[in-house]
């Protein structure tokens, strides 16, 4: 005879969005669900409807919860005991599991409902179900769910204070560096702040998953009624890069309209990358607040490479900043003022970027300061191969060099550079009589590339400018254009350059829509005041440097531009009228 079991009334809790429909069931080691009618296990298929397993749960709202709402049942747990087949109840040591589901049709189905959480584990102890861990018992106490959530915003505050203040030392520490007109710390400044962002990305994007997505107030907040659902931005995604109005002025200033804007484009594209995650993340929070795994998964994915990006962009202004020298002591110049007047006509206050005019910091001259490299020609020549007129492979021992340079030329379907992984670089090279390694060959190449760039053409040229790596594998940048003077080494490759890269000098009466477009879009260039040079045409048109020295001698011989400086670092402007009677 089966003794009687004392009543054991024990209440479970969750935490969910408010409006939803839920319920617990109760399952023992052997597949069997119990049967809240007639107190006993029984196996699926002889449950007459399975909404008799199911005890539908109670909501109210609750401030100290996450999601502001709890939904409870009262099981009494000595009903597991009071089975009308003794075969059929849970013997001394016999373990049940009650989860928790989310009803998403009319009826309870387990197998298409949302299983919430992880099971609590009960064990039959003398006819008393007892938690079989401490974990168990501890998600029975809905006090300390309540303590932990009160930890958690309390943590929560102290962060963003730290993240506020460390943001306001920032801004001090720019105020200062513009104020003394001093390009090299303005721009350390926007790479330190570019560089934190990225390493406290994914710890933000936790904040908002596991903390602020159950927050109904942070949650409502994104809830827009337009037709573009999801229009808000997370404010920590898409902030402000601290200094980075300030650099652009100050790189104006120094280096030209044509580098400011073109230093402005890739925090441009950066932050396009930086919207795109924060549509997603919005989507997220609005939709799952914080309780879909699968989706925090995608957008920690998102974040990494949003990580990656971020970091790469803050490499490359950390590159500009090495052009620049320290600040001399004692001496202030007039560069941060020309920063103010510009930052006033964008409506931002002269007091956070302006100073008062003082002699040059410092003189970036023509001939002394690098350029950055942002593309151009790659020519295969018989004994050499030159990127921008540079000589960066050549000689008897760099045979197995320009068989990977010859390699990562080729377009796949005459578009985008074909990239290898190192074990298809290895492969395909040393069919061709190569040897080494795909990591030696590279990180060769590149040393020698950026040599040569800095020493021949005065160019600065980062590790990963010319030759990409990464992701789908080694490839060249498709900021390069590539032509063979000579034929390939390698059998079956051909030159790789664009249609509009073939001369038609040759063909009398031929007219080239290509060339007019190209030579009204140097016009207009020059009319804005860039001062223009040969390889910025070729990179935004994507052609050989050949074609667009073409269109220049074609305007030049009709009097329209005149080219200015050394061949290295001049530039062509508009010819200057000339007065009349001269």
């Not at 400044?189 to 903390?211: C, F, M, P, S």
């Not at 230093?263 to 609005?286: I, K, M, P």
């Not at 578009?415 to 080494?436: D, I, P, R």
């Amino acid at each position: 005879m089966v003794k009687e079991a004392r009543k054991q009334l024990q209440r479970f809790f969750l935490h969910y969005p408010e409006g939803r429909c839920l319920y617990v069931s109760i399952v023992d080691a052997n597949g069997r669900h119990f049967d809240f009618g007639d107190n006993t296990f029984k196996l699926r298929r002889k449950l007459s409807r399975f909404s008799d397993v199911c005890l539908l749960a109670k909501g109210r709202p609750e401030p100290r919860a996450y999601h502001a709402y709890s939904y409870s049942v009262e099981i009494d747990l000595s009903l597991l005991l009071k089975g009308i087949d003794p075969d059929l109840i849970p013997t001394d040591d016999a373990s049940v599991r009650v989860s928790w589901w989310r009803q998403l049709g009319g009826e309870p189905d387990s197998s298409v409902d949302t299983l919430l959480c992880g099971p609590v584990a009960f064990k039959n102890v003398g006819g008393t179900f007892q938690p079989t861990s401490q974990a168990d018992a501890e998600r029975l106490d809905e006090s300390r769910a309540f303590a932990k959530r009160q930890a958690e915003e309390a943590e929560y505050n102290d962060y963003v204070q730290c993240e506020l203040d460390r943001q306001r030392a920032h801004e001090e520490n720019l105020h200062v560096a513009v104020h003394a007109g001093s390009a090299s710390s303005t721009l350390r400044l926007l790479t330190e702040d570019i560089r934190h962002w990225a390493g406290v990305l994914k710890r933000n994007l936790a904040w908002q998953v596991i903390y602020l997505a159950k927050v109904p107030e942070f949650v409502r907040a994104r809830q827009v009624t337009s037709e573009e659902p999801f229009a808000h931005h997370e404010p920590w995604v898409v902030r402000d890069w601290i200094g980075a109005l300030e650099a652009f002025y100050l790189l104006e200033f120094h280096k030209g309209q044509e580098f400011a804007e073109s230093f402005a484009a890739r925090l441009d594209q950066l932050n396009d990358d930086r919207v795109e995650f924060s549509h997603q993340l919005v989507g997220y929070t609005v939709r799952y607040r914080g309780e879909d795994m699968s989706g925090t998964v995608a957008l920690d994915e998102a974040a990494e490479e949003l990580a990656q990006r971020a970091l790469s962009v803050a490499d490359y202004v950390d590159v500009i900043a090495s052009q620049f020298a320290p600040t001399p002591r004692g001496v202030e110049p007039h560069a941060a003022e020309t920063a103010g007047k510009k930052g006033s006509e964008h409506g931002q206050s002269p007091n956070t970027i302006a100073a008062q005019p003082r002699q040059p910091m410092f003189q970036v001259g023509e001939e002394s300061a690098p350029e950055q490299f942002y593309g151009g020609e790659i020519v295969f020549y018989e004994d050499r191969v030159e990127i921008c007129d540079a000589n960066v492979c050549s000689g008897s021992r760099s045979r197995s060099r320009r068989i990977v340079l010859e390699l990562l030329s080729q377009r796949k379907d005459g578009k985008s550079f074909v990239a290898y992984s190192g074990e298809e670089l290895e492969t395909e090279a040393k069919k061709n009589g190569a040897k080494g390694t795909a990591v030696g060959w590279i990180r060769d190449l590149r040393k020698e590339i950026s040599e040569a760039l800095l020493s021949r053409a005065n160019i600065k040229a980062g590790s990963e400018d010319v030759i990409l790596s990464g992701g789908i594998g080694y490839r060249f940048s498709e900021r390069l254009t590539v032509r063979y003077d000579s034929p390939p080494r390698i059998a079956g490759i051909a030159d790789t350059a664009r249609p509009t890269d073939v001369p038609n000098d040759d063909v009398p009466n031929v007219p080239n829509d290509a060339g007019t477009r190209r030579q009204s879009w140097i016009r207009q260039q020059l009319a804005d005041g860039v001062r223009l040079k040969a390889r910025v045409v070729t990179a935004h048109f994507n052609c050989t440097k050949k074609t667009v020295q073409r269109d220049l001698n074609i305007l030049k011989d009709k009097g329209e531009i005149e080219f200015v400086g050394a061949p290295r670092t001049g530039y062509y402007r508009l010819r200057p009228p000339i007065a009349p009677g001269k």
